[in-house]
């Protein structure tokens, strides 16, 4: 009975020692910095190959051996949120940062032109990439009388893959893309675009600017500036766009604001953030909780496994406890 009684003892120390044990001692093994990564970016229209459509991919941020990123070069300019993790803060960012890369003329880290099945691979011949976060970035492209226009996409690499707790260190995407035809005359080939204002600082209206500057980017060079303010009820339209350019908008963005640009339709929504993490403010204590990460999207994503595990051990650290208790209630009588 004794001898009983210490195996339920060191048992029971086990399981102990296990549930506190801290969540990332459970977590998948470290990403392995001296790996290469790669990614093959697919083009299609239905079974339609679009070959000759040409990609650049930039470097947005470094990742570490944990995947904590860390922003490279001239995007440490752009005041961008790079962590957020479900699939539309993805999508935002992506549509953020390209407005900037065209603007300011940033080089990609890698370049090319999808092959005769519509695919084009990542590192290109004499190029190498290592672990980030990575934005793909495509060109307009014409094919059979259609402007294919596609819209520009984040991918983590290597990404977490949870089903099998591993990294995956080459990955693929499908690029996706607004398809149009060609008009036949230039009277035809017309559109509009839009810039929307949107602010999100509840508390902090003191110092909202009174007005901010937007720039609309023809092919990435800025064609105009405008400002938006109260006055024009923060939003303006600018009309009658010749249709075989890209028409893009950015800001000036404000001292102490985050920027989001996302486009929905003609209507690039810009919306600026208050920095609530300024050297003369505290984060808050209770930050709210980010959306679900959609499981199709790579992520630089948590485990859930490791839960799973813990309340196995609660279970049974309950369990070994009452045939414990059942045991001692035996002796006594």
Excluded at 23 to 51: E, K, N, W, Y
Excluded at 122 to 141: C, E, N
Excluded at 218 to 228: I, K, N, P, Q, S
Aim: charged share 20%; net charge negative.
């Amino acid at each position: 009975m004794k001898k009983h009684k210490r195996w339920c003892a060191v048992l029971l120390g086990l399981l102990t020692l296990v549930v506190l044990l801290p969540m990332h001692a459970f977590a998948m093994g470290s990403i392995d910095l001296s790996r290469g990564v790669s990614l093959a970016v697919s083009c299609q229209d239905g079974d339609t190959p679009l070959a000759g459509a040409q990609f650049d991919l930039y470097q947005v941020a470094t990742a570490d051996e944990s995947g904590k990123l860390t922003t490279t070069g001239d995007f440490t300019q752009i005041s961008a949120d790079i962590h957020g993790s479900n699939g539309e803060a993805q999508k935002t960012l992506a549509s953020t940062l390209e407005g900037y890369i065209l603007r300011d003329g940033i080089s990609p880290a890698d370049s090319g032109k999808t092959d005769s099945n519509g695919i084009v691979s990542f590192p290109s011949p004499g190029k190498a990439l290592t672990s980030g976060l990575y934005l793909v970035l495509g060109h307009r492209h014409t094919q059979n009388g259609y402007r294919y226009d596609p819209a520009p996409f984040m991918v983590m690499l290597p990404y977490s893959d949870s089903e099998n707790n591993t990294w995956v260190y080459d990955a693929a995407a499908n690029a996706k893309y607004d398809s149009s035809e060609i008009p036949d005359t230039p009277q035809e080939d017309t559109i509009d675009r839009e810039a929307l204002k949107i602010w999100k600082d509840d508390g902090h209206g003191d110092v909202r600017p009174k007005e901010i500057i937007v720039q609309l980017l023809r092919d990435g060079t800025v064609c105009d500036t405008v400002a938006l303010n109260a006055a024009n009820n923060w939003r303006y339209t600018w009309t009658g766009l010749d249709g075989k350019y890209s028409w893009t908008v950015v800001e000036q963005v404000p001292e102490n604001y985050t920027v989001e640009v996302a486009r929905e339709g003609n209507t690039f929504v810009v919306t600026n953030t208050y920095n609530r993490n300024t050297p003369d403010e505290p984060a808050p204590v209770n930050p709210s909780k980010p959306d679900e990460p959609r499981s199709n999207l790579p992520q630089t994503g948590q485990l859930w496994w490791p839960v799973i595990l813990l309340i196995c051990a609660g279970l049974l650290l309950v369990m070994i406890g009452l045939v414990h208790g059942r045991e001692k209630n035996n002796e006594k009588i």
